[in-house]
């Protein structure tokens, strides 16, 4: 029988298995899309903004977004996966990228940066993991310029959501890509609560759009085949091919936009 492969998160040896870097690599091209749809939206230009990534894991987000053209503090509150995004920035990224993204580490309630600094802030893979939601936020309000964007995404609280996050992410001998405890249900939060967290630090929520694999039984497939080694994290996301889906309710992740009311 093959030996189950180690899950550890933020790890540098390249035969664990890293939730968080699957996470990561799946959702970048969304996560851009959305972005880049949200600041036409908005009117924001990137050439010449800032932009905060919080949660910003090995990086790859915060390269993604100083390729539009902003320049990024990514901040994470792993040290090693500090090192790590240091690293790839150096190795992977083009001269753009490596000149215009700063890797910190520091927690989200407490991100050592200046008030109202930011013109955008985007949470990656904080608000499912947070138990308390509102320092988080306080910190992401002051963060923000009046005018900027706070973009998010995060997993909703359904029964479909639960059955993967805490179950098939965290149990499941097959699926299982997380340290049990990285999820619990009343860390996964609903569109209307998470709308009315973001009012009470003075944020109007102005978006929500459900995003998803284009067909689910490919993120089994991917979780699997990464689990036994016959994939890398890079050749996930053309397998899972996440794709946007405004018009339908989000029934597992999803993101959204708020600004300051």
Do not use: W
């Not at 500090?82 to 150096?90: C, D, K, L, S, V």
């Not at 993204?101 to 991100?111: I, Q, S």
């Not at 340290?179 to 998470?194: H, V």
């Amino acid at each position: 029988m093959a030996r189950a492969p180690r899950v550890e998160l933020d790890s540098p040896l390249p035969e664990t298995v890293d939730g968080r870097q699957i996470r990561a690599v799946a959702f970048q091209a969304s996560r851009l899309e959305y972005v880049d749809k949200t600041l036409r939206t908005v009117g924001l230009t990137a050439a010449g903004s800032r932009a905060l990534v919080v949660g910003s894991g090995r990086g790859l987000l915060a390269r993604g977004l100083a390729g539009l053209g902003f320049d990024v503090v990514a901040i994470d509150p792993s040290a090693s996966a500090t090192a790590i995004a240091r690293e790839a920035g150096e190795g992977e990224a083009g001269e753009r990228e490596r000149l215009a993204v700063r890797y910190e580490t520091a927690p989200p309630e407490e991100l050592g940066v200046a008030d109202a600094a930011f013109d955008l802030v985007y949470y990656a893979d904080t608000f499912e993991v947070a138990p308390a939601l509102d320092p988080v936020l306080a910190e992401g309000a002051r963060a923000l310029a009046p005018d900027g964007v706070l973009v998010y995404d995060t997993v909703n609280r359904t029964l479909v959501s639960r059955l993967i996050y805490l179950i098939a992410f965290q149990r499941l001998p097959m699926t299982r890509i997380m340290p049990p405890g990285r999820y619990a249900a009343e860390r996964l939060r609903t569109p209307a609560e998470m709308t009315e967290a973001l009012r009470r630090h003075g944020l109007r929520n102005e978006d929500i759009c459900d995003f998803k694999p284009r067909d689910p039984r490919s993120l089994v497939k991917a979780t699997m085949d990464r689990r036994r080694g016959r994939i890398t994290d890079e050749e996930i996301p053309p397998i899972v091919d996440f794709v946007l889906a405004p018009d339908t309710r989000p029934q597992v992740t999803y993101l959204g936009y708020a600004r300051k009311a």
